[in-house]
């Protein structure tokens, strides 16, 4: 026999390797002791569908083994008992009878606790960052080579600006000493897009921390010096979509991997269909299943492999980082029933973990829909934790920003009957609250630029009942008055987060007097409710505003706070008489911030245009 020519002989073992390359095993790794014992694992690789995979490892079993519809991917269903060690277990994959490749699987042990892990809750206060606007603090992952964006200008309000979780970590300190005692940073996954890469929604990869922003050892870093200094790290989730750039686009596991497939079909953002008991299954469908932007493909929560991608990876980032919740991003743009299961399989492996979902609707019989607890006429149930109360941001910008009138229908009415919808809330507490966000204008540009609402507003937002949300910039009012709407500006640059920035919000160096006015309002108040557990765990107790006052209670058995807020333009002081009921044996009110004491009988000064704490005594 003619021995084959050596370059011929190259390209036959070539491709025979090749018919069994693997790229991708998704969960990355995974953990032993885990309340629930299975794990399916995605597998794509050139030609792996056509092999049989094995595993010989004590304690890891495979349950079962799905074949896709295209020939690059398998799933697998582990089984991984109790007395499983932690270690590494090689998975062989064989095609008619011989080994074709081989991969090294690594199961860890979990860290202690890691089950008991605590969520955020009404002692928290979130400060919400747009990582790419926040700080700079590592100018080398600025350009990424082989990324599609890769420049950073940060004259382009939609382009990327350089911040990074280096630049978060250099800055614990100082969110810290602000008083916050958790940070959602918007996600910080691979999103590589062409264009409009920096908000993070688009993600490419779900199990690749975007290079631009750093390395999963310093994703881990952040997550260790936030948790040393008493600061809970949230991650910005998105189940219901990806990026069009995702490494699975060109070759989908599935026919049905995603909604709409192979003919595009926008969302129409109708979210009441999802309670709505006349709505048609065509406008349900085209709702849950629509595409969010042409940019961001819909996945199909309905195939039971993409449930389980979804899950596992979820789980994957919790036990990883030792997260300290999850904001699901579009929370009612997903299939319920992967609602429900996504939610409760993570509730299930961590019973104090909290997830909070957003539901942009201002009706609270719409957002109350998705809390778990909640009775539904149509049955749904899931273990949503959270949910962000748009209805109330609302209320507070429109009673701050509207005149009252004689027949009380107006101002700061409107802030007290919208609080007294909190009995459709199977648990008002855990609702999530704020002023502004990444998506809507700035706080002071909703208020018209007036300093004093603002401290009205973070008033409330700090005292009321649930969950308050800070977004970065709103301590110095930060603005975007003259381009509403436009979120590059919304998202603006913290000033001090780059070399040679003029002004240095961080050291306060360079802020005008309002600025560093409502800084240090904000710092106090924040502090301050720290060491005040009434605010998080009291009950409330308001009475009807008049006369242009609102005035409500935070009580327990042993602390009673007053806040008084006065929509006037003069200075009031109110006759306490009205609120004997709660006042019974209560002598004198302490202002919290200026430490000036009033005797009840002699009635409390507040200022114009304010609103003020009072710890009754």
Known sequence: MKRLPL???????????????INHVEPLNWWVGMKNPALQLLINGTNIGETTPSINYPGVTIQKI????????????????????????????KKNNKTVETYKYNLFKREEGAAATKGFNSSDVIYLITPDR???????NDIVTGLRENKVDRSKPGGRHGGDIRGIIDHLDYISEMGFTAIWPQPMLENDMASYSYHGYSITD??????????????????????QKGIKLIFDDVINHI???YWWMNDKPFHNWLNYQDSLQLTTHHRTTNQDPYASKYDKA??????????????????????NYLIQSSIWWIETLHLGGIRQDTYPYSDKKLLTKWTCSIMNEYPDFSIVGEEWSLNPIITSYWQRGMKNRDGFTNCLQSVMDFPLHASLIKSLTEKGDQYNTKGL????????????????????IFGDNHDMDRLFTQLNNDVDLVQMALTYLLTIRGIPQIYYGTEILAENTASPGNHGIIRSDFPGGWKNDKVNAFTGEGLSADQSNIQSYLKQLLNWRKKNPVIANGKTLHFAPFNGIYVYFRY????????????????????????EEILENKKTATNILTKEQFKIQSGITVKAKSATVFEMN
């Open 7 to 21: 370059l011929l002989f190259v390209f036959v073992f070539t491709l025979f390797t090749a018919q069994a390359q």
């Open 66 to 93: 799905h074949k896709a519809d295209s020939k690059n991917y398998i799933f697998l269903d582990l089984l991984i008992s109790k007395t499983t060690k932690p270690g590494s277990f090689t998975i062989t994959f």
């Open 134 to 140: 926040f700080a700079n603090g590592d100018e080398t």
């Open 206 to 227: 779900r199990y690749k921390t975007d290079p631009r922003f750093g390395s999963i050892d310093e994703y881990k870093e952040l997550s260790s010096k936030a948790k």
């Open 243 to 245: 990026g069009s750039n």
């Open 286 to 307: 085209l709702m849950t299943k629509g595409w969010f932007v042409t940019s961001m493909p819909d996945m199909n929560g309905e195939n039971p492999f993409m449930a």
């Open 413 to 432: 009415i409107t802030l007290y009957e919208a609080l007294a919808n909190d009995f459709i809330y199977p648990s008002p507490d855990d609702i999530l």
């Open 556 to 579: 327990t058995s042993d602390k009673t706070i007053m806040v008084v807020m006065n929509r006037n333009e003069k200075a009031i002081t109110l006759d306490l008489k009205n609120f």
